[in-house]
């Protein structure tokens, strides 16, 4: 059982209001949030990677992780500010207007990036990306907390893991059109403006009245389900480590799939393989997070998918390792999407419901969207190490699926320390 969800039916019957999400905009929000992985993911899945081929074939692996860790740690500074900046106009109308101003940077940029003619332009231009897509993620996001009513925080969790995950197939699809990288650019900056339109265009047509965020996040009749503040905010940084541990794992997952299928396993044609192998996590992970995500929400349960499927996430990583077997591979990769799918919606409606203050969920979801940028930022570094080694991938894979494993850890100590509150406000305030 979740922390808010007794409190949000309890407020949701006081009201008598319809507790759905506004029509359409779970599709809209997914649809932006798409546009915003796909930015990132054409060009570390496939584009970022060439180009470091072609300008540095002897030192190819460590200008990727170099240009790769640069542009999250533009994007670790982004989030909190540019979130920020969001709260200081509440309208909802406010959060498409910094998602609309995103998209313009992203498209911009990537156009440039696609121009390029040295390693230091490509950084420059990658960099100011990742701030518009910061941009993007941080409309999105603080838009679920302001609109989405608790009881269907999983589901469209669950729908904004799919659509991240989608991205990382239909990027790589939309980076290998062509092989003129200038081209590939235009046409991923193309996918992403006709992506987000649907969700921006409302700030165009919508009047920007002013408003209290989610009233169905709290109301005053509803009694206190957290005592302390000091045990709100070390509940939130649990569930931020564990979803940092789970996507650092991640994140040396996919980072270097594009050297490993090409390198490690020498499949005779890589784009070919890596589509095959992308997508078969892709529908994984996206048939597993719409799932986990509505039964999350039916049963008022947040932790305990979120420990299974980052368990089994991380046994599928570590088999990545020891195994040279293509199909056996593929069967890993599907095994590793279901239990990131089970772990994402879940996890992300977690940290919205620990969130204390909804005059600052922008500021506050820009904060813990490092749990996101800092594994990116990390694992580049960490997967050049570890390639330097003596049987890389192995080394690197283990330290993924370890890493899952303490993120599962973490998520079921969180879940021992939510049932311990819930039960202790039981005691102090019986219904």
């Known amino acids: 059982m979740t922390l808010d969800s007794d409190r949000d039916l309890r407020a949701a019957r006081h009201e008598g209001g319809d507790t759905s999400p506004p029509r359409g905009l779970e599709t809209r929000l997914a649809l932006a949030g798409l546009a915003a992985w796909v930015a990132f993911f054409a060009p570390t899945q496939v584009l970022l990677a060439v180009a470091a081929e072609r300008m540095y074939p002897a030192d190819k692996e460590l200008f990727f992780g170099l240009i790769s860790a640069a542009g999250s740690v533009v994007m670790l500074v982004a989030y909190p500010i540019v979130g920020a900046l969001s709260d200081r106009c509440l309208p909802t109308v406010a959060r498409r207007t910094v998602s609309m101003i995103g998209v313009a940077v992203a498209v911009g940029c990537l156009v440039m990036a696609g121009q390029a003619d040295s390693g230091l332009e490509l950084v420059f231009w990658w960099c100011a990306t990742q701030t518009g897509i910061a941009a993007i993620q941080c409309g999105v996001e603080a838009s679920v907390a302001d609109e989405i009513p608790t009881r269907h925080r999983a589901r469209i969790g669950g729908k904004l893991a799919a659509a991240q995950m989608f991205a990382a197939l239909l990027g790589t699809v939309v980076a290998s059109v062509s092989t003129d990288l200038s081209i590939s650019y235009l046409v991923v900056a193309g996918v992403v403006t006709m992506l987000a339109a649907p969700f921006i265009a409302v700030s ?35 569930g931020w480590t564990s979803r940092t541990l789970v996507l650092f794992g991640l994140g040396n997952v996919t980072q270097f799939l594009y050297f490993f299928v090409h390198d490690e396993l020498a499949r005779p044609e890589p784009a070919s393989a890596l589509i095959l192998l992308t997508g078969l996590f892709v529908v994984s992970v996206v048939l597993s997070a ?142």
């Open 204 to 238: 165009v047509v919508a009047a920007p009245t002013a408003r209290d965020p989610a009233p169905a996040l709290a109301h005053p009749t509803a009694p206190p389900i957290r005592v302390g503040r000091s045990s709100s905010t070390s509940e939130l940084w649990l």
């Open 290 to 431: 719409l799932i986990c995500g509505t039964i999350s929400d039916r049963i008022a349960d947040r932790t305990g998918p979120a420990v299974i499927g980052s368990a089994v996430a991380g046994v599928a990583a570590s088999t990545f390792g020891f195994v040279d077997s293509w199909p056996l591979i593929l069967c890993a990769a599907a095994v590793l999407g279901a239990g990131l799918g089970a772990f994402m919606g879940p996890a992300f409606a977690l940290l919205t419901e620990l969130l204390p203050d909804p005059k600052h969920y922008g500021r506050d979801l820009g904060l813990l969207n490092t749990a996101v940028v800092a594994p990116s930022a990390l694992a580049p570094i960490v997967g050049v190490a570890m390639l330097q080694l003596e049987h890389g991938f192995t080394v690197l894979y283990m330290v993924a699926g370890t890493s899952l494993l303490l993120g599962s850890v973490t998520m079921y100590v969180l879940r021992l320390r939510t049932r311990d509150s819930r039960e202790h406000t039981v005691a102090v305030n019986p219904l």
